[in-house]
């Protein structure tokens, strides 16, 4: 499979746990993007990283979450300490380059009870 | 601020006939426009985009209008088919932004047999 990989692609946790979430960029590919969506909302911006690099976390709450794409391995979003407010659908994309189609993975559903 | 409005939550359209989906921006920057498609617990998938130098992008079944003086874009389905169902999303990017996309909340359609 070529495409944007996520995984878990479902994910439940407890009131103080910690979420992690994977993404694998299509191949080739080396900018990646992170949104979140509320229910009933659209697609919310978080963060754009490149590997190693974050280039814009202007979307990223600036506590308990953070994100990484490291030289090796998938793109990792990090929840530390999830409230119920957490509770999102996390979607990854990636491109080739900065400007045009994203590609995106089916989606991480994080619960948190 | 949302600077990207798609003010129609949800459309019902019938089977054959034209789906119209309306977006409107207030960033005179925008330089790009997309139009994503997302089916339920699926991620987005790119349907058609239309640079600020055009007022008009086709692509099989799909088109696309853009409005540059009204800050207002469309998307035209014609004819529309069941399998069209689904939630549209509306994007814009701008080079002073590094081409991050900024969403419209999106519109569910419908299409009825």
């Known amino acids: 499979n070529a495409g944007v990989m996520q995984n878990p692609r479902h994910l439940v946790r407890r009131r103080g746990q910690e979420a992690r979430l994977r993404c694998s960029p299509m191949?080739?590919?080396?900018?990646v993007y992170w949104y979140r969506q509320l229910p009933e909302e659209g697609l919310k911006f978080m963060v754009y990283?490149?590997?190693?690099?974050?280039?814009?976390e202007s979307g990223m709450p600036k506590e308990r979450f953070s994100a990484e794409f490291p030289k090796e391995g998938p793109s990792i979003l990090r929840i530390q300490q999830v409230v119920r407010g957490d509770s999102a659908a996390y979607f990854c994309?990636?491109?080739?380059?900065?400007?045009?189609?994203?590609?995106f993975g089916e989606g991480s559903r994080l619960t948190v009870l | 601020d949302q600077q990207v409005k798609q003010n129609s939550p949800s459309l019902s359209v019938q089977e054959g006939r034209i789906s119209i989906l309306n977006c409107d921006y207030t960033?005179?920057?925008?330089?790009?426009f997309l139009w994503y498609k997302k089916y339920p617990a699926e991620g987005p998938t790119f349907l058609i985009s239309?640079?600020?130098i055009k007022d008009k992008n086709e692509d099989g079944r799909f088109t696309v209008f853009l409005n540059k003086s009204a800050k207002h874009l469309s998307l035209h389905i014609v004819p529309s088919q069941p399998g069209d169902s689904a939630v549209y999303f509306c994007?814009?990017?701008?080079?002073?932004?590094?081409?991050?996309?900024?969403w419209g909340a999106g519109t569910k359609l419908i299409i009825k047999p």
């Open positions: 191949k080739g590919h080396s900018h």
């Open positions: 960033n005179s920057m925008f330089d790009y």
């Open positions: 990283l490149q590997k190693e690099n974050i280039i814009d």
């Open positions: 994007a814009a990017s701008s080079m002073d932004s590094n081409y991050q996309l900024i």
């Open positions: 994309a990636s491109s080739s380059g900065q400007l045009g189609e994203l590609f």
């Open positions: 239309i640079s600020s």
